[in-house]
C-alpha cells in the first residue's frame, strides 16, 4: 500500500498513519557522500554572504528610513535591525554546525520537525530566491536604462508591447539575458561563480567605504540638532528622534528587510571545506560588516544633509551633486550597479542548491538533482531556475509580489530558531541511561511525577528524555502561536504610541507574561550532551526573541501578500501529495527496512517449521534461541 493511498481513503488510512507519513525525520548524521565539490573557504562564504545581503539597499535604505521613519536616529533603527538579524544569524551558525548539508532552512527543518514542513519549508525558499533573483535582475536592468535616458523601455514597448492586465508593458529582454548569463556562470561551477561574485564584493565595499572617508569631509553635528522651528511640516519635530520612539522601531522594521539574505550562507555548506567552522564564522562576520556598512552611510548621510531633504530613492548621489562632488556621485553609480550584480549573484546561488536539496530526498522531481560529472554541480536544476527568474524578470511586474521574498524569509528564520530549542533539548541517546545527578532513578519515576514538578523539572533532572524532549516541542508550538496574538497587541503601540492608554500596558504586560513564563519552563528542561563547534548563547532566550520578531513582521505584511503565498503554497502541496510523498527516500528506506524484516521474519518461520518435521513439537531450545 503506498503512501499516496493512505490519504484518500485507502484500506490501510488512519490518522496515526498520516501524521506518520507527514513527520518522518531526516537522520542528522546522514552517511551518504555528497557529490558536491567541497571548494568553498570561509572568506568565499562570508564574502557570498555579503554580497547577497548588501547588494543596492546600503545605496537606497538609509535616505528612505531617515526622510519618512526615523530621522537621524536611522543610526538606531539599524543596530535594533542588526541584532534582530544576528538573534537569526547565531540559529542559523549553530545549525550550519550541526548540518553541513546544502538546503539552509530546509535541511534543518527536516532533521527536527518531519518531511511535510520541510517541503514547505523548501517550497517557500523556492518562491523567496525566484522572486528575489527576478526583481534583482529587474532593477539592474531598470537602472541601466535610466542611465541610457530609457531608450531601451521605450523601443520594446513600442516594437515589442505586452498588452496583458498584470504583466509588464513590455519584454524586458535584457534582464532575460543577464539572467541566463548568470545562471550559466553559477553552473559553470561554485568556486568560479565565488571568484566572480567576490570581485563584485569587493568593489562594492570598496565604494561604501569611499563613500563614508569622503562624507566625512562635509559631516556638520548640526544637522542632528535641528529644531523643530525649521523642520518643514510633515517631517516630525526635529532633533535626533524627529518621529520619536516610534518611528525608530518602524525604521528598525523596514532596515531589517536591508539584512535579509545572509542564509544564503547555509546553502552552500555542502560545498565548503570546513562547514562546521566557515558557516557560523561567514555569518556572524558578514552580519557585522553588513552592519558597519549600513551604520557608516547613515551616520555620513544624515550628517551631510538634513533628514528631511534626503532623496528616498537615490540618496548617495543626491547629496554629492549637492556639494558638487560629481566624481563621487558617477563612483556611487557604479558602486550600486556592483552592488545588483553581487545581490544577483547571491540570490541565484541558492536557489538551485535548495532544489537540489529537495530533489536528491525525492521531494522534487529527480531531473533537477542530477549533478554534472564536469562541472559537479546541479547543472539542469541550475538552468531551469535561471530560466524561471528570467521569465519572471521579462514578462511581470514585480512591483507587488516583492513583499512575498519577505515572507517566505520571515518564516524560515522563525522555524531555524525553533529547530534550534528542539534539537538543543532532543533526547541524548548516548546518554541516556535516566541517570539524575550522580544515581540511577527507575524508569517509572519520570512518569508518576506532578505535572508541575515535570515542567518545571523540580526534581533536578540533568538528562534529556523523550518526556523532557515533548515539553520542549509543546513549549515551542505554544510560544509560537501565543507571540501571533503578543504582536497584534505590539502592534497598538508601533502605530499610535502616542495615544496609548493604561489598559494597553497592562494588556501589554498580561500578554507578555505567558511568553517570559514558556520561556523558563524550556530553560528548566536538561539539555543534549551533543559537542559542536559553535552553538548559540543565551538559549532559549535568544532563539524565543528571534521567533517573536520574526513572527511580529510578518504580521505586518499586507493581505494580498498572504493571498498570493497561499496560491504558491497550494501548488506546491499538488507536488508533494503527487509526487514527493511517494517518491520520497525516507519512504524508499522504510520500505527497505521493512523488506529486510519480512524476509527474515519468513526465513525464520521456514526454519522453525522445518525443526518441528524433524523433532515434532518439542522443539530443541537451542534451535529455538537461534531462530530468535
Known amino acids: 500500500m503506498d503512501e499516496f493511498s493512505e490519504f484518500f481513503g485507502m484500506p490501510n488510512w488512519s ?96 532533521v527536527t520537525i518531519g518531511e511535510f514542513i520541510a517541503f514547505l519549508i523548501g517550497w517557500n525558499l523556492i518562491l523567496e530566491y525566484a522572486i528575489g533573483s527576478a526583481s534583482v535582475v529587474k532593477g539592474l536592468s531598470t537602472y541601466l536604462d535610466s542611465l541610457c535616458g530609457y531608450a531601451m523601455r521605450d523601443f520594446l514597448a513600442e516594437h515589442l508591447p505586452i498588452n496583458v492586465h498584470g504583466l509588464s508593458a513590455y519584454p524586458d529582454l535584457f534582464a532575460f539575458i543577464v539572467t541566463i548569463l548568470f545562471s550559466w556562470a553559477i553552473a559553470s561551477g561554485a568556486k568560479e561563480s565565488t571568484r566572480v561574485n567576490n570581485v563584485f564584493t ?26 523643530k522651528s525649521e523642520v518643514p511640516e510633515g517631517y516630525g519635530n526635529g532633533g535626533f528622534m524627529p518621529y520619536g520612539v516610534s518611528g525608530i522601531i518602524k525604521g528598525a522594521a523596514v532596515c531589517f528587510y536591508g539584512f535579509i539574505g545572509f542564509d544564503c550562507i547555509a546553502t552552500a555548506g555542502e560545498e565548503a571545506k570546513n562547514p562546521k567552522k566557515s558557516i557560523p564564522f561567514a555569518v556572524i562576520v558578514s552580519l557585522a560588516m553588513i552592519f558597519l556598512a549600513y551604520f557608516g552611510v547613515s551616520t555620513v548621510l544624515t550628517m551631510m544633509l538634513p533628514y528631511y531633504a534626503q532623496d528616498e530613492s537615490a540618496p548617495l548621489p543626491h547629496v ?48 533537477l538533482g542530477e549533478i554534472s560529472t564536469k562541472y559537479k554541480t546541479p547543472f539542469k ?46 533526547v541524548d541517546d548516548r546518554r541516556d541511561s535516566r541517570i539524575i545527578g550522580n544515581g540511577r532513578v527507575n524508569p517509572g519515576q519520570e512518569q ?65 507574561i505567558p511568553l517570559i513564563l514558556m520561556l523558563f519552563i524550556i530553560s528548566r528542561q536538561p539539555t543534549s550532551g ?42 506546491g502541496l499538488a507536488i508533494f501529495l503527487s509526487y514527493g510523498i511517494r517518491h520520497s527516500r525516507l519512504r524508499q528506506r522504510e520500505q527497505r527496512n521493512n523488506s529486510i524484516t519480512l524476509l527474515r521474519d519468513s526465513s525464520d518461520t521456514t526454519l522453525l517449521s522445518q525443526d518441528r518435521s524433524k523433532y515434532g513439537n518439542e522443539v530443541p531450545l537451542i534451535l529455538m534461541h537461534s531462530s530468535s
Open 448 to 512: 508518576s511525577c506532578s505535572l508541575w514538578r515535570r515542567l518545571f523539572n523540580l526534581n533536578g533532572q540533568t538528562i534529556s528524555t523523550r518526556q523532557t524532549s515533548r515539553v520542549v516541542t509543546v513549549m515551542v508550538t505554544l510560544f509560537s502561536i501565543w507571540s501571533l496574538i503578543f504582536s497584534q497587541i505590539l502592534t497598538k503601540f508601533e502605530e499610535d504610541l502616542a495615544h496609548t492608554t493604561q489598559f494597553d500596558v497592562l494588556l501589554l504586560i498580561l500578554g507578555g
Open 381 to 426: 536544476g541550475t538552468i531551469l531556475t535561471g530560466l524561471l527568474c528570467g521569465i519572471l524578470a521579462a514578462i511581470f511586474n514585480l512591483s507587488q509580489l516583492v513583499n512575498m521574498m519577505s515572507i517566505g524569509t520571515l518564516l524560515a528564520y522563525s522555524m531555524v530558531a525553533s529547530c534550534v530549542l528542539m534539537l538543543r533539548y532532543e
Open 15 to 110: 490518522v496515526t498513519n498520516a501524521f506518520r507519513v507527514l513527520t518522518r525525520r531526516k537522520p542528522l548524521e546522514d552517511s551518504s557522500e555528497s557529490k558536491l565539490a567541497k571548494v568553498l573557504s570561509a572568506f568565499d562564504l562570508t564574502a557570498l554572504g555579503i554580497g547577497s545581503t548588501l547588494g543596492v539597499g546600503v545605496y537606497v535604505l538609509a535616505g528612505e528610513v531617515s526622510k519618512s521613519h526615523a530621522g537621524p536616529a536611522v543610526v538606531i533603527s539599524f543596530l535594533i535591525a542588526a541584532v534582530a538579524s544576528i538573534f537569526a544569524g547565531l540559529c542559523y551558525a549553530e545549525f550550519g554546525a550541526r548540518v553541513p548539508k546544502a538546503g539552509s532552512a530546509y535541511i534543518y527543518s527536516y
Open 530 to 571: 551533543v559537542q559542536l563547534s559553535f552553538k548559540v548563547p543565551l538559549v532559549p532566550w535568544l532563539p524565543g526573541i528571534s521567533i517573536l520578531i520574526n513572527i511580529y513582521l510578518m504580521i505586518k505584511l499586507d493581505i494580498m501578500t498572504w493571498i498570493r503565498f497561499s496560491i504558491w503554497i497550494t501548488i
Open 320 to 367: 554629492f551633486r549637492i556639494y558638487g562632488w560629481h566624481v563621487a556621485e558617477y563612483v556611487v553609480t557604479i558602486g550600486a550597479m556592483f552592488g545588483l550584480c553581487a545581490s544577483l549573484m547571491g540570490a541565484m546561488f541558492p536557489l538551485p542548491r535548495i532544489v537540489f536539496a529537495m530533489s536528491n530526498d525525492g521531494l522534487l522531481f529527480k531531473c
Open 202 to 227: 569587493m568593489l562594492n565595499l570598496g565604494v561604501v567605504l569611499f563613500v563614508i572617508i569622503a562624507g566625512l569631509f562635509k559631516v556638520s553635528s548640526k544637522n542632528w540638532s535641528i529644531p
